[in-house]
């Protein structure tokens, strides 16, 4: 059997660490014909025993042969490996909370700030180092592994990583699949039997063709006739600005109010989820924005995702208490997931062929009217000789190729800025987006976000442009 090398590095993930390797456990191809070997990473020892212990109870109760084993040194994991599975993030939603509440408090709009808006700029800054020390890294021990990326900010990591160095990387997100999701209930169907085309930005992007699989039918007449009637103010904070983009631009987009509304600047008038992201009480001195002994706030993905059904009194420790039970290995719950990670490695392994419903990766002419080596979303073919973008056939309104390009310039000054230490070419970044405060607020926010986050983000000093 030829030999396989999987490294998972965030292996302390919970959703993505733990579902990828549920994946690898269930696929009989990689348990019968391979030689496997999963090396597991992390910088926190505690997180990666957890993980550790889950895999081996796991495989071991698959009767799967697989080598597993656990390091924090980031360097051995990677030796020959084949395939590398990147999900990381420090101290997640302390920063996210950060990343919400300051730029609003200096007057930006953002509804969200994990990728687009002011705070993903920080968000990103945060993560491009120890991306690129991940990708360099490979260039070293590992130069022709796949790197599999499920970090975000998405698009902005995977451009960097590709236009900076010669490792082949992938983004891969379920966001697409959430808004087939969506069509699915609108047109009271199985989401099993619609196909689409579809794409743009990660989590900014579009359906241009919806089509029933079994007849070939155009479905977008019957989605018109449904979404006309549909109660406008059902599920609020998650569609209706969804049906409103549709209303504006022709097609409906993914995933979902969230996530799309970070690329707009008048998106709040329809997220009603908007006041309980990050809910605290700032008069309480134990919930200050900022203070790493204050309690974090808490994350919020939706408001009709059960955040406000709540028990009132279900103590303070619900996260730990989740996290813990996540851990716990019971074989009836390894059900695997809907990502995309092991089904790619499957295909470029064993050379199959598949299509996949959403990758991240260069342009190359796959979407018109946008930059070849800016990283876009659509569907893509994945073999031995790799992944390829499938190249959209419809194009996708000037407007929305408008708001998804001001982007790919937001991502060149942000590589700027990281690698010059500049945050001049930060506060440009900032005056592009369209969730930008005004120019002094813009200039006080950034020196506030450089203190708050001075432990985790690259030098930035105020610098004239050359």
């Known amino acids: 059997m030829r030999k396989l090398k999987v490294t998972l590095v965030g292996a302390g993930s919970v959703s993505f660490a733990l579902g990828t390797l549920q994946d690898l456990v269930l696929s009989k191809r990689l348990r019968e014909e391979t030689d496997l070997e999963i090396a597991l990473m992390d910088i926190s020892d505690k997180n990666l025993k957890m993980t550790h212990d889950y895999a081996t109870q796991m495989f071991a109760d698959f009767e799967s042969p ?77 130069p022709n592994a796949l790197f599999i990326n499920y970090t975000n900010p998405e698009a902005k990591l995977v451009e960097a990583v590709s236009n900076l160095t010669s490792i082949k990387i992938v983004g891969l997100c379920h966001g697409l699949d959430m808004g ?22 990660n989590h900014f992007g579009f359906f241009t063709k919806i089509w029933d699989k079994n007849t070939g039918k155009d479905l977008y007449p019957l989605f018109r006739e449904k979404e006309a009637k549909a109660n406008r103010l059902a599920k609020f904070d998650h569609l209706a600005l969804s049906r409103t983009l549709y209303h504006t631009y022709g097609y409906y987009p993914y995933p979902g109010a969230n996530h799309c509304g970070e690329y707009i600047s008048w998106a709040e008038d ?71 990670g092991v089904p790619i490695i499957e ?9 996949i419903n959403a990758a991240n990766l260069p342009n190359k002419g796959a979407i018109k009217g946008l930059p070849d080596d800016m990283v876009v979303e659509t569907q893509a073919i994945v073999n031995g000789k790799g992944i390829e973008l499938v190249p959209m056939t419809v194009e996708l309104p000037t407007a929305l190729i408008g708001t998804i390009h001001i982007q790919g310039t937001i991502h060149k000054l942000l590589f700027e800025a990281y690698h010059e230490g500049s945050k001049t070419k930060l506060l440009q970044a900032i005056l592009l987006d369209p ?32």
């Open 435 to 466: 969730q930008a405060p005004t120019y002094y607020q813009a200039c006080a926010m950034i020196d506030e976000l450089c203190e708050l986050q001075k432990d985790i983000l690259p030098d930035l000093e105020w610098k004239q442009p050359m």
């Open 66 to 142: 697989a080598k597993i084993w656990m390091t924090t040194d980031l360097e051995s994991s990677l030796i020959d490996a084949d395939f590398v599975i990147v999900a990381i993030e420090v101290n997640r939603y302390f920063y996210w909370a950060q990343d919400f509440h300051i730029p609003r408090r200096y007057g930006s709009k953002q509804i969200y700030g994990e990728n687009g808006g002011p705070g993903s700029m920080f968000h990103t800054l945060r993560n491009l180092g120890p991306m690129l020390h991940i990708a360099r890294t490979m260039e070293k021990v590992c």
């Open 347 to 355: 295909a470029i392994f064993f050379d199959d062929e598949i299509v």
């Open 180 to 201: 087939i999701e969506q069509l699915a209930e609108m047109l009271e169907m199985k989401k099993e039997d619609i196909a689409v085309e579809g794409g743009g930005l």
């Open 270 to 340: 329809f997220y009603a989820g908007l006041s309980l992201q990050f809910r605290y009480n700032p008069m309480n001195p134990n919930e200050k924005i900022g203070d790493k002994n204050s309690r974090i706030p808490e994350f919020v993905y939706c408001a009709h995702a059960g955040s406000v059904d709540r028990e009132l009194h279900e103590g303070d420790s619900e996260l730990e208490t989740w996290i813990a039970e996540q851990f716990e290995y019971k074989k009836e719950n390894v059900n695997g997931t809907c990502e995309y």
